[in-house]
């Protein structure tokens, strides 16, 4: 039973930084794409940040990049995102996610099998 636990989010002002963690079980860590999303409050759940299962290359939405880093420690069966700069636009529940294949690096509208409970973050002065 694969599950992803996310955890760091939290109440911050325009400008903070956040950290996000991301607790994958059940699965090979070490050979799936990780992911992240966010859904914002009368919006569609959008694509955030992806790192493969190797090399580390990561893919981030145009609105997060520059601010927005994401990683993982696959010892820790973890990924991580450090988001920087925050604005209130950025206010949202933060979702882990992974797709339901191992080796595969999905496009941003792509299916994802995998999901976490998602944490919240606000900003806001």
């Known amino acids: 039973q694969v599950q992803l636990v996310e955890s760091g989010g939290g109440s911050v002002q325009p400008g903070d930084s956040l950290t996000l963690s991301c607790v994958a079980s059940?699965?090979?860590?070490?050979?799936?794409?990780m992911g992240w999303f966010r859904q914002a409050p009368g919006k569609e759940r959008e694509f955030v940040a992806g790192?493969?299962?190797?090399?580390?290359?990561?893919d981030y939405a145009d609105s997060v990049k520059g601010r927005f880093t994401i990683s993982r420690d696959n010892s820790k069966t973890t990924v991580f995102l450090q988001m920087n700069n925050l604005t209130p636009e950025d206010t949202a529940v933060y979702y882990c996610?992974?797709?339901?294949?191992?080796?595969?690096?999905?496009?941003?509208?792509?299916?994802?099998?995998?999901w976490g409970q998602g944490t919240q973050v606000t900003v806001s002065s």
């Open positions: 996610a992974s797709p339901s294949e191992h080796y595969l690096r999905p496009g941003p509208n792509d299916n994802y099998g995998y």
């Open positions: 059940g699965l090979a860590f070490e050979t799936y794409y």
């Open positions: 790192i493969t299962w190797r090399r580390n290359l990561a």
